[in-house]
T-cell receptor, first 113, second 113 residues
């Protein structure tokens, strides 16, 4: 079984500041990990994914995440926040051969002008 | 490119009425298909998934059902809606095979009154 914990249901950062959204997973085997973004009343959009290989993965809109097996973490970062980054962000995990994508409860990101 | 459609976008239904939500995917064949529900302030809950026509797996026992009458069509139904069925319903797809990222539709906002 797998699970995901997102620390901080709400995060506020100033425009231009570093964005750091935290995600920790629990899994019996190495998982595949994803970050999604959701704007109000819209579906989820895939930001980036980690499957195998390079542990630092780059995604769309300037976001990146690093898979750290020793810390069971997959934190999402962006060097400089933009007003358009205000949204809800979901971390998700799935195991190879499984159909169930397990989501965290989400982090709402607010950008302060 | 692939596109996923959901309709209707919004729906207000009285308790006890039937429900039918439709999802279609274009630009791919034999996708894996998924129905999720997102309740206010909560994460996403997987309801059903399908790996082929007529093949439905249920994740959560409830008064909802799903069907896949065609390769790229996925339908969520209920014979009698409950107040607790209110929420944001999301359809998703992924290519069959080893790619595990899922792509989401725009969602249907269901309010049961």
């Amino acid at each position: 079984a797998q699970s995901v914990t997102q620390l901080g249901s709400h995060v506020s950062v100033s425009e231009g500041a570093l964005v750091l959204l935290r995600c920790n997973y629990s899994s019996s085997v190495p998982p595949y990990l994803f970050w999604y973004v959701q704007y109000p009343n819209q579906g989820l959009q895939l930001l980036l994914k980690y499957t195998t290989g390079a542990t630092l993965v780059k995604g769309i809109n300037g976001f990146e995440a690093e898979f750290k097996k020793s810390e069971t973490s997959f934190h999402l970062t962006k060097p400089s926040a933009h007003m358009s980054d205000a949204a809800e962000y979901f971390c998700a995990v799935i195991l190879f051969g499984n159909e169930k994508l397990t989501f965290g409860t989400g982090t709402r990101l607010t950008i302060i002008p | 490119s692939q596109t996923i459609h959901q309709w209707p976008a919004t729906l207000v239904q009285p308790v006890g009425s039937p429900l039918s939500l439709e999802c279609t995917v274009e630009g791919t064949s034999n996708p894996n298909l998924y129905w999720y529900r997102q309740a206010a302030g909560r994460g996403l809950q997987l309801l059903f998934y399908s790996v082929g026509i007529g093949q439905i797996s249920s994740e959560v026992p409830q008064n909802l059902s799903a069907s896949r009458p065609q390769d790229r069509q996925f339908i969520l139904s209920s014979k009698k809606l409950l107040l607790s069925d209110s929420g944001f319903y999301l359809c998703a797809w992924r290519p069959s095979g080893p790619a595990y990222e899922q792509y989401f539709g725009p969602g249907t906002r269901l309010t049961v009154t």
